[in-house]
């Protein structure tokens, strides 16, 4: 149902004299003067261009919070523009103008948006490519949740992973935002999950709210090793089918030990790297660095295993691809995501300080007035 949504085409009128009138507009957003630290981060009220021809003006009701956005406003995230920018990866919200040749998208429609850095911002001009009509029963919130970490989840799991029915699949830090998008794909594949979490509470909101086996469920602190080996026994497996890691960190090498043969190894970030204040401590980065585990290729042919790893911003280079993999994604994960944390706009560094700390379930976003 999602699929043929994503194909149609709205009963748009005429787009021939939209934007082309519309006045720029005053937008508020949160931009860094340089990465580096969050205290860079200010709430500033600047201008905005009509949208250009091939671009939408979206009014954005929900910014979706990434991971990544700490790393990058913390400067540790490759893909960091230079200079001063606007960090946020996706945001959901009306459309209120379209450029010239826009011809998929109409005024007054509800989008989720993916954007390359420029989310948090109370509106954006964004290309028509990068838009996707909301389920019409998901809220703004959910729809902003969604597109980065289902992609996520749907490349990693499926094509990646090439995990299927009764696969036996390790997600690290399974209750965050992409972990909970992680369980859903393997669900719908109906693969067998082991959810790998770092605290007790996390451990029980997986089995209240998400009807896991406690066997299945491993905190990720003592006896690490031991615990993966009983979460194995509890599906009789002797090892995991595919591993989806974005902890790394002394996580890695106990999980990675445990590949099955052909089993693949989908790694996707190293949020053991993260540290707890406003800019990144150098000393644990440097020691992170020099602990970080290290593999000898030819030590992995006797033992048919594979690494893999991949980054987002990759995929949504190749523009082309990304219809169809977002049509792929919603087929996958069909139900709305999690929201475990909301702020209003204004307050996005403690949203971003929450999420920062490691306690959340699911997605924290932010908030605007819809009226
Ligand atoms: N490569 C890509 O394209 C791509 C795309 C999206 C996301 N990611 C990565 O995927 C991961 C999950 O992203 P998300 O946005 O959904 O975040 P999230 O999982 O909601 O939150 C991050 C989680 O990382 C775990 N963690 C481990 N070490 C930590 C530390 N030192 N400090 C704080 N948290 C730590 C915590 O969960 P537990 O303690 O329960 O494990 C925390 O809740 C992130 O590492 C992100 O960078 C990568």
Not at 177 to 200: F, T
Request: aromatic share 8%; net charge positive.
């Amino acid at each position: 149902m999602l699929g043929c949504m994503l194909q149609s085409r709205p009963t748009a009128p005429s787009n021939s004299d939209r934007s082309r009138g519309a006045p720029a507009r005053q937008r508020r957003v949160w931009r860094i003067s340089s990465a580096g630290s969050l205290r860079n981060l200010k709430l500033v009220t600047e201008t905005l261009p009509p949208p250009a021809p091939g671009e939408a003006q979206v009014r954005v009701h929900a910014v979706g919070l990434n991971f990544a956005d700490i790393f990058a406003c913390q400067g540790l995230y490759s893909a960091t523009p230079k200079g001063p920018f606007v960090p946020g990866l996706e945001a959901a919200g009306t459309i209120e103008a379209i450029g010239a040749g826009v011809v998929t998208r109409h005024v007054g429609e509800r989008v989720m948006v993916l954007t390359r850095f420029g989310g948090y911002a109370d509106a954006m001009n964004v290309p028509e490519a990068t838009l996707w009509p909301m389920p019409s029963d998901w809220s703004f919130a959910q729809a902003a949740a969604y597109p980065v970490q289902a992609l996520t989840a749907w490349y990693g799991i499926e094509r990646l992973g090439n995990a299927r029915k009764d696969s036996i699949v390790l997600v690290q830090s399974a209750a965050g935002g992409v972990g909970l998008q992680a369980l859903q794909a393997l669900h719908s594949l109906e693969a067998k999950p082991i959810a790998v979490v770092g605290s007790e509470s996390k451990r029980q909101w997986l089995i209240a709210e998400r009807g896991l086996a406690p066997e299945a469920i491993v905190v990720r602190k003592a006896l690490y090793p031991a615990k993966l080996d009983a979460a194995l026994q509890h599906y009789r497996a002797s090892g995991f089918d595919v591993v989806f890691d974005a902890v790394y960190g002394d996580a890695f090498q106990p999980a990675f030990d445990r590949l099955a043969p052909e089993g693949r190894y989908v790694l996707f970030g190293a949020a053991d790297f993260m540290g707890r204040g406003a800019r990144p401590n150098p000393l644990r980065l440097l020691s992170n660095w020099l602990r970080r585990p290290k593999l000898d290729p030819l030590a992995m042919i006797p033992l048919n295993r594979g690494l893999l790893a991949f980054n987002l911003i990759w995929l949504w280079e190749q523009a082309a691809r990304l219809p169809e993999s977002m049509r792929a994604t919603l087929a996958l994960i069909p139900s709305p995501p999690h929201i475990g944390a909301r702020f209003a706009f204004e307050r996005a560094i403690d949203a971003m300080k929450l999420l920062q700390g490691g306690r959340t379930t699911g997605k924290v976003v932010l908030e605007l007035p819809v009226d």
